[in-house]
Protein backbone atom coordinates (compact mmCIF):
# COMPACT_ATOMS: atom_id res chain seq x y z
CA UNK A 1 0.00 0.00 0.00
CA UNK A 2 1.20 3.41 -0.75
CA UNK A 3 1.20 6.85 0.54
CA UNK A 4 -1.97 7.78 -1.09
CA UNK A 5 -4.19 4.40 -0.45
CA UNK A 6 -2.56 4.63 3.27
CA UNK A 7 -5.67 5.15 5.36
CA UNK A 8 -5.33 8.69 7.54
CA UNK A 9 -6.53 9.26 11.20
CA UNK A 10 -9.30 11.05 10.31
CA UNK A 11 -10.18 7.97 7.64
CA UNK A 12 -9.93 5.10 10.91
CA UNK A 13 -12.14 7.07 12.91
CA UNK A 14 -14.72 7.83 10.16
CA UNK A 15 -14.67 3.32 9.96
CA UNK A 16 -14.95 3.05 13.28
CA UNK A 17 -18.51 4.62 12.11
CA UNK A 18 -18.70 1.92 9.90
CA UNK A 19 -20.91 -1.10 10.03
CA UNK A 20 -18.74 -3.59 12.92
CA UNK A 21 -17.58 -6.75 11.32
CA UNK A 22 -18.92 -8.49 14.31
CA UNK A 23 -22.69 -7.51 12.90
CA UNK A 24 -21.58 -8.06 9.13
CA UNK A 25 -20.43 -11.85 10.50
CA UNK A 26 -23.73 -12.45 12.44
CA UNK A 27 -25.85 -11.59 8.88
CA UNK A 28 -23.27 -13.20 6.01
CA UNK A 29 -26.13 -15.14 5.16
CA UNK A 30 -28.15 -12.06 4.19
CA UNK A 31 -27.76 -10.18 1.31
CA UNK A 32 -26.36 -7.13 2.13
CA UNK A 33 -25.91 -4.26 -0.48
CA UNK A 34 -22.64 -1.72 -0.37
CA UNK A 35 -25.87 0.72 0.03
CA UNK A 36 -26.86 -0.46 2.83
CA UNK A 37 -23.87 -0.43 4.77
CA UNK A 38 -23.20 2.84 3.15
CA UNK A 39 -26.28 4.18 4.91
CA UNK A 40 -25.47 2.67 8.24
CA UNK A 41 -22.30 4.56 8.08
CA UNK A 42 -23.00 7.42 7.03
CA UNK A 43 -20.10 7.56 4.24
CA UNK A 44 -20.74 7.49 0.29
CA UNK A 45 -20.46 4.23 -1.44
CA UNK A 46 -17.20 4.55 -2.59
CA UNK A 47 -15.54 5.57 0.04
CA UNK A 48 -16.78 3.24 2.51
CA UNK A 49 -15.76 0.44 -0.05
CA UNK A 50 -12.08 2.26 -0.39
CA UNK A 51 -11.61 2.28 3.46
CA UNK A 52 -13.44 -0.98 3.51
CA UNK A 53 -10.92 -2.91 1.20
CA UNK A 54 -7.88 -0.51 2.88
CA UNK A 55 -8.67 -2.08 6.86
CA UNK A 56 -10.13 -4.91 5.90
CA UNK A 57 -8.12 -6.29 3.28
CA UNK A 58 -11.20 -7.19 0.94
CA UNK A 59 -13.98 -5.40 -0.50
CA UNK A 60 -17.49 -5.94 1.06
CA UNK A 61 -18.87 -8.25 -0.95
CA UNK A 62 -15.38 -10.29 -1.34
CA UNK A 63 -15.47 -10.79 2.28
CA UNK A 64 -19.13 -11.74 3.34
CA UNK A 65 -18.21 -14.28 0.29
CA UNK A 66 -15.10 -15.38 2.31
CA UNK A 67 -17.08 -15.76 5.70
CA UNK A 68 -19.41 -18.04 3.69
CA UNK A 69 -17.45 -19.96 2.27
CA UNK A 70 -15.80 -20.41 5.84
CA UNK A 71 -18.84 -21.47 7.55
CA UNK A 72 -19.49 -24.00 4.61
CA UNK A 73 -16.01 -25.44 5.46
CA UNK A 74 -16.98 -25.38 9.26
CA UNK A 75 -19.86 -27.37 8.44
CA UNK A 76 -18.10 -29.86 6.16
CA UNK A 77 -15.62 -30.47 8.38
CA UNK A 78 -18.03 -31.37 11.17
CA UNK A 79 -19.79 -33.52 9.02
CA UNK A 80 -23.14 -32.57 10.17
CA UNK A 81 -25.94 -33.91 8.50
CA UNK A 82 -27.99 -31.75 6.08
Same mark, same amino acid.
Given at each position: +??? +??????????? $? %????? /? !????? =? $?? !???? @?????????? &? *?? =???? @? $? *?? $??? @??? =???? &? %? *?????? %?? /???? *????
Amino acid at each position: +MDV +MTQPGNSDMVR $F %QRAPD /L !EDLDA =H $FL !ENVT @LSQLSDIADL &I *RL =HLLR @L $F *RA $FVG @LPP =HAYL &I %Q *RRIDRA %QS /LLSQ *RLPA
